[in-house]
């Protein structure tokens, strides 16, 4: 219980104090263009959690906003992550398809992957389908690019050993190679997660008709300045959201390693 | 000396010839080897470093493909990897071992290709930890929680559960101490004669050959080829101590020694 509570001290100290600090600075200097804290607070408050007690207060707008956020960053990550792993798994095993394929592997991964949202745009039109895309397309170059080195490295005595015990192909694969493979993937993984998140709102700011993105850009338009923050405020919480979840997947995933949880 | 080839054998090597290629320059590392291990004997295959050892059993157990010759396993030439008769431990255990699975997954893994049920693997682990002489309790630990010569032990039991007639065994106690090296000698020979295995066992400590084997069989310096085969008529029951006060010993060493040293 005691560490629990250390922990949690220890990660919200800075934030807390930041934001007190940014309180009295604001409330001080007083301008409509920089709401203090609190004010952003009862924005947020109001923006999303300002309806029917029967959807635990949920809005409207959280509804159709943070739900579809979620979504697409949802299925654009999962896409990503599958067909990235799968792809990387593949070029990681074969010195012919590295070859063939590691060029468009590297451009993929030092591509600044908003440059896609124009494309998408003209490609898919505005709707759902297009920051999928952009998510899964854009954030998938570090999973491939992990994944295929995390399987080209994976130890030769390990793979001698596992056909040694006379592993068929596929417990080859399931209990040797993707294993030894998994701390580079989850690296991989984490990396574009990150991506993900960032081009979830972006292409919500850039073209959407709904998400948090567009939330974002709506309020800034009307110079509704808190509520501005109010949706930057739940951007960033959808991504500590998700690098939470991640995070505890990492620590079970990789529980029983001698490097990592302890 | 005994005729190689005949068929009753456990293993048979003959003409075993690898050569690699590297940046088009082609490197003889086996010429020609031909071997033998009868039905439940205990060879070793001791040489200079540097002879080719580790590729050599590669090449028997099927790890690598030969360059030319044949390895028959009870008459049957072995195919593309290892033959279900064999089981192979290695010099490294820390790599050899999946630090990822529990010792019980470890040593249970082996009978996935024989589709047994979750219990019959179980109790199958349990009674072979008992047999190389490791505590129940190592079950759910991962083997980097155990001591160099407790993880030995535990590739050991792997090799053993899909209760293979021939044991290849590459240098297997060559990065533990002295005293644990002594007691997992004498596991190995005790696994040996209780379940009636044949060994072949790759070393470079020529007391270890003696003291292990009816037949040493070494190598010269790469390429390799059999240089010699020397039996040793030391009466089995082999003590630690006693064996190697026996006169026999002290000869069969410097024999062997002067045979790996000498050009």
């Not at chain 1, 992550?81 to 799968?86: A, D, L, S």
Request: glycine fraction near 8%; proline fraction near 5%; charged fraction near 20%.
């Amino acid at each position: 219980m005691r560490r629990i509570i250390v922990r949690v001290v220890s990660y919200v100290w800075l934030v807390a104090a930041l934001v007190l600090v940014a309180e009295v600075l604001l409330r001080w200097r007083d301008s409509s263009f920089t709401p203090p804290p609190s004010r952003v607070a009862g924005a947020f408050l109001d923006l999303w959690w300002s309806g029917p007690a029967h959807r635990l207060f949920a809005s409207d707008e959280f509804v159709a906003d943070v739900g579809s956020s979620m979504f697409r960053l949802a299925i654009g990550y999962a896409l990503a992550v599958v067909v990235g792993v799968v792809v990387g798994v593949a070029l990681g095993r074969s010195r012919r398809l590295e070859w063939l394929f590691a060029p468009i592997v590297r451009l993929g991964v030092a591509t600044p992957a908003v440059v896609l949202i124009p494309i998408a745009i003209v490609l898919l039109g505005i709707n759902d389908r297009m920051p999928i895309f952009v998510i899964a397309f854009g954030s998938i170059w570090p999973v491939i690019f992990n994944a295929m080195d995390g399987v080209a490295g994976v130890d030769r005595l390990s793979l001698n050993s596992a056909r040694a015990i006379g592993l068929r192909r596929v417990d080859r694969y399931r209990f040797v190679v993707l294993p030894a493979a998994l701390p580079r993937i989850l690296t991989g993984a984490r990396v574009s997660l990150g991506i993900a998140v960032v081009l979830m709102v972006s292409s919500e700011l850039y073209a959407s008709t709904s998400g948090v993105g567009y939330q974002i850009l709506l309020q800034q338009y009307r110079f509704d300045t808190p509520k501005m923050f109010a949706g930057v405020v739940m951007a960033c919480a959808i991504g500590i959201l998700f690098n939470a979840l991640f995070g505890l997947y990492e620590r079970w995933a990789l529980r029983g390693r001698p490097t990592v949880g302890r | 000396m005994s005729d190689a080839g005949t068929d009753s054998a456990a293993l048979v090597v003959e003409g075993l010839t690898k050569t690699y290629t590297t940046n088009g320059v082609d490197h003889l590392a086996i010429e020609k080897v031909d071997l033998h291990v009868d039905a439940g004997e205990f060879v070793s295959i001791v040489g200079p470093s540097g002879s080719g050892k580790t590729t050599l059993l590669n090449c028997i157990s099927g790890l690598l493909r030969p360059s030319g010759g044949q390895v028959r396993t009870f008459g049957t030439p072995i195919g593309d990897g290892p033959s279900e008769d064999m089981a192979i431990v290695f010099q490294d255990y820390s790599r050899s071992l999946f630090p990822w699975l529990t010792v019980e997954r470890n040593i249970g893994l082996p009978m996935r290709r024989t589709g047994a049920s979750r219990a019959s693997v179980a109790s199958a682990v349990d009674s072979l930890l008992e047999a190389v002489g490791l505590p129940r309790s190592v079950i759910g630990k991962y083997p980097w929680q155990l001591s160099g010569g407790m993880q030995q032990r535990v590739a050991i039991a792997r090799a053993l559960i899909n209760k293979p007639k021939i044991l290849l065994m590459d240098e297997p106690f060559a990065s533990v101490d002295a005293q644990t090296r002594i007691s997992l000698e004498d596991l190995t020979l005790r696994v040996w004669r209780e379940w009636n295995k044949s060994v072949l066992f790759i070393t470079h400590d020529i007391d270890e050959a003696v003291y292990l084997s009816d037949r040493v069989v070494v190598l010269s310096k790469g390429p390799s080829t059999v240089k010699a085969n020397v039996d040793v008529e030391l009466p089995r029951d082999r003590d630690q101590i006693l064996t190697k006060q026996e006169p026999l010993f002290g000869k069969l060493r410097s024999e062997v020694m002067d045979l790996v040293m000498g050009q």
